[in-house]
């Protein structure tokens, strides 16, 4: 196997030489991902209430609100989970980087040019995706969900919000990763075109049935509840169009 340096030399590398690179590269993530997960654990709780902000800014219309947990080892679990959870959002960037590491002896100096889009952007569309959750979706949709409470019926039984923990976790990672994957969709349309399976005519052509197609997905990755869909489904819109902008301008 052949590695190429910006003097177009090339410079042989055994099998052997390649795989001890990839495994250095690859233990470099595993040891960030632990130290970070055993940081972020002395944190859990912080990030917790972090996250549980939305909804504790509403308990002053809704009354106020407490988690639970159903389990001796729920509360644990969770510490455990949050853990993970934010040390693999945290350690994305080192994994891109060091994907690029790995690649960078064997690319010219105009391929790692057209590589970097592609190390870069998709953290930074997450982060977006992300950001779009925990600002805008989240106060929406928790205020929705709240809305089903019946503090003081005039009959029955009070119906009160009793979030347990694990699933309110579950809950937003959910709503994380499907906005953060959905915000890929400028880099999968670029790099089909790249790859010459697409072009820009044909996805000016699928527009129509993009639109479509995205509110679909919308429905799919959010609650239940419209507001929350349209918030997802506009910006991906949005990214369609910069999508064909970035396609023609490749043609």
Known sequence: MMSRNSKHKL?????????????????????????????AFQFSWDIFHFLSKPLARLSEDY???HFIYT??????????????????????PIFFYQLYKFLEPGL?????????PYIFFPPVLFLIGVLLVYFIVMPITWKFFISFQNISPKNGIP???EAKVSEYIDLVVELFIGFGLAFQLPILLVMLTKLKIINYLQLKKFRRYAVVLIFILAAIL?????ISQVILALPLVLLY???????KRIK
């Open 241 to 247: 169009e910069i999508s064909i902008f970035l396609c």
């Open 71 to 92: 389990k001796l080892t729920e509360g644990f679990m969770t510490e455990l989970k949050i853990s993970f959870i934010s040390s693999f959002f945290l350690c994305s």
């Open 108 to 116: 010219y100096k105009d391929e790692k040019k057209t590589i970097m």
């Open 63 to 65: 009354g106020n609100f």
């Open 11 to 39: 410079k042989s590398f055994t099998l052997a030489e390649h795989f001890l690179e990839f495994k250095y590269c690859l233990m470099k993530v595993v040891v960030s991902f632990i130290i970070v997960t055993i940081i």
């Open 159 to 161: 119906i009160i919000l």
């Open 222 to 226: 959010t609650p239940p509840d419209v």
